[in-house]
């Protein structure tokens, strides 16, 4: 402690520097901690606020692809609801479709919409914050988010090419979005009419009713369902909602690319700081020797470099942070997928901190082979 | 008093409580190197100093003064005989037992102070009693210490403000601070000139016998020998008056 402080202070340069280099860091880890939880609200919020345990898609039906390709047959659901670990099953649509929103200005807003076709009555339906819940077959339930394109409750939206109508009657509490695009509900029946390509005029064709994007699922409470014995006895492929996640558009490369960023910046900053006391280190190499020549232990000499560590970062870690959450508040209120939680932001400090802390420890472990010796004689 | 290749007394140790106190080497043989380039450091030495006296051991480099330090330091471990400090054998101590014998029972002084670069001429005092894990009661008052040595007034600065032979005497009080019952003193005086030489080693004579700690001094420099009680003369790994 005694030699730590005011080396620190001694020194304050050369610690300045390096701990600038984490707080630059920090700030970095910070943004791409928000930018993360961003993509994966951007990517998933909508499935992530479903009541729901897991999917059933079709049979063979690959995760990449799962919401695109994936055709159950409504029928399904009876079969899961059958079981005994399942309480409640229910057909799901889902599909990307491009509308134009008239405002009630008279203004024409293009926008991309994820249709998530449930039944009305059942579990899927969501709350509103705004309008009312989903009910007429012509009206849909929209994303919070949705309302940031200028559109608002009582608007109408035409689909692209089918010239479906369909009127904003209620908006959703928080952000549903799925693949970047944000989420409209509603009712299966007018998701199948979609998803068949039917127009308003135009004849659906025989067995479109009976067709839906999955069966979700939801467990009876407490309970965890055996998807395994549940498909093998319905005929579907399941997922749970989290593995469904890989299932959005964008997603997996987005996280992956994201994770990997991360990992090479805490990789980066624990090398900074292991290099940093390693030339910290062999620099102090004669006066470590006169130290220990005067009878300090290893062990007094490595707590000392230790101390010093983690003031440097957990100083500069703040630091780092401050500026970061600084930036990242002006960037949440930007289009940019940007979402700052406690949560991913805590372990990235403990991260930072603790594998700063590995890196010094590295560092320190030379100490053990200053020999005191090397006091004697006049290397200085 | 004991120099010579007489063979080990075991009953030294037990001769009278005056000698019990000091350094006390006996026939203590110390080889440098392995393989086929081994040099015998120390050949068979024997030495005592006792409490209150200052000797000092000069010859040529590559004699094994520095070699004698270290053995009589706890910094290095001889092949063969004892090594007593305070008659406490030292010299088959762990790594872990002989800094804590070079806490409880040595000072040093180095070539050129040797201050660590951080710390004030006070901090350097209080750093000592820190590293021997001492309350200021235990030991010296750094501030009185610092009196004592002249360098009162230079309390707050830092090494690099200091001249050398400032440094000198910060370190010397560095050493003392811990209230040592051995001090061990590396070229005093290699990097002063004359008349500061003369200064920094009257300041240990006059230590030595204030405090009543025994002092070894390793010198090449002839001319400050006046101040010693003794002085001994190395030579290939041998002592002699």
């Known amino acids: 402690m005694f030699l730590a402080w005011r080396e620190l202070i001694f020194a304050r340069a050369r610690f300045g520097l390096m701990g600038g280099v984490v707080a630059l860091i920090a700030v970095l880890v910070v943004l791409l901690s928000g930018l993360s939880s961003g993509l994966v609200n951007d990517g998933v919020s909508g499935l992530q606020r479903l009541p729901v345990t897991a999917f059933a898609f079709a049979e063979g039906t690959k995760t990449d692809s799962a919401f695109s390709r994936s055709v159950v047959d409504v029928k399904q659901a009876e079969a899961w609801r059958g079981r005994d670990d399942v309480g409640d099953a229910t057909p799901f649509g889902n599909m990307l479709v491009n509308a134009k929103a008239t405002t009630a200005g008279g203004a024409q807003v293009p926008i991309d919409l994820a249709l998530f076709g449930v039944d009305p009555g059942s579990f899927l339906a969501p709350d509103v914050a705004e309008g009312s819940r989903l009910g007429e077959p012509d009206g849909i339930v929209v994303s919070r988010t949705v309302l940031d394109e200028g559109v608002a409750v009582g608007d109408t939206v035409v689909i692209d090419r089918l010239g479906t109508r369909l009127k904003v009657i209620g908006v959703t509490g928080d952000q549903h979005t799925f693949g970047h695009v944000d989420v409209a509900y509603l009712p299966l029946r007018t998701w199948q009419q979609v ?7 135009d004849e659906v064709r025989a067995g479109a009713y009976e067709e839906a994007t999955a069966i979700a699922l939801r467990a009876r409470d407490g309970d965890r369902i055996d998807l395994a014995a549940g498909d093998a006895a319905v005929g579907t492929t399941s997922m749970t909602l989290e593995e469904s996640f890989g299932a959005s558009p964008g997603y997996t490369a987005e996280t992956a690319t994201l994770t990997l960023i991360q990992v090479f910046l805490y990789a980066i900053s624990a090398l900074v700081v292991g290099t940093f006391f390693t030339v910290w280190t062999i620099q102090r190499k004669h006066e470590l020797a006169v130290i220990r020549a005067m009878g300090a232990s290893t062990g007094y000499l490595m707590r000392d470099t230790m101390i010093q560590a983690t003031v440097i970062l957990a100083v500069s870690t703040a630091v780092g942070f401050l500026l970061g959450v ?10 940019m997928p940007f979402a700052l939680e406690a949560g991913p932001l805590v372990v990235a400090a403990l991260l930072l901190i603790g594998l700063g802390l590995a890196g010094a420890a590295a560092a320190v472990g030379r100490i053990v082979r200053v020999d005191p010796l090397a006091a004697l004689g006049g290397q200085r | 008093m004991t120099t010579g290749s007489t063979s080990t007394r075991p009953d030294s140790r037990r001769t009278g409580a005056a000698e019990r106190g000091g350094l ?4 203590v043989t110390l080889t440098l190197g392995d393989g086929d380039a081994t040099v015998t450091a120390l050949d068979d030495v024997d030495l005592r100093v006792a409490p209150g006296e200052f000797v000092a051991i000069v010859g040529p480099s590559g004699a094994g003064k520095s070699s004698l330090l270290a053995v009589a330091g706890a910094l290095t471990t001889p092949d063969s005989g004892r090594v007593l400090l305070d008659g406490v054998d030292i010299a088959r101590a762990s790594s872990r037992e002989k800094a804590r014998h070079r806490r409880e029972r040595i000072g040093f002084v180095f070539q050129s102070g040797n201050l660590i670069p951080a710390l004030t001429s006070l901090d350097q005092l209080r750093f000592a009693l820190d590293v021997a894990g001492m309350r200021a009661a235990d030991g010296h008052d750094p501030h009185e210490l610092l ?27 560095r050493a003392l601070v811990t209230r040592p019952s051995v001090l061990l003193v590396d070229e005093p005086t290699a990097a002063l000139d004359r008349a500061r030489s ?43 008056e």
């Open chain 1, 326 to 335: 600084g930036g990242g508040t002006l960037l949440t209120t930007t289009p």
């Open chain 1, 195 to 201: 998803h068949a390509g039917a127009g308003p005029d």
């Open chain 2, 198 to 240: 003369d200064d920094i080693v009257a300041l240990l004579a006059h230590e030595t016998h204030e405090s009543g700690v025994a002092t070894v001094m390793v010198t090449h420099d002839h001319d400050v020998l006046g101040h010693c009680d003794r002085v001994l003369t190395m030579v290939d790994g041998r002592l002699s």
């Open chain 2, 147 to 173: 009196e004592r040595v002249g360098m009162a007034h230079r309390a707050g600065h830092r090494p690099h403000q200091l001249s050398g032979g400032e440094r000198q005497r910060v370190g010397i009080a």
């Open chain 2, 24 to 27: 006390l080497l006996e026939g």
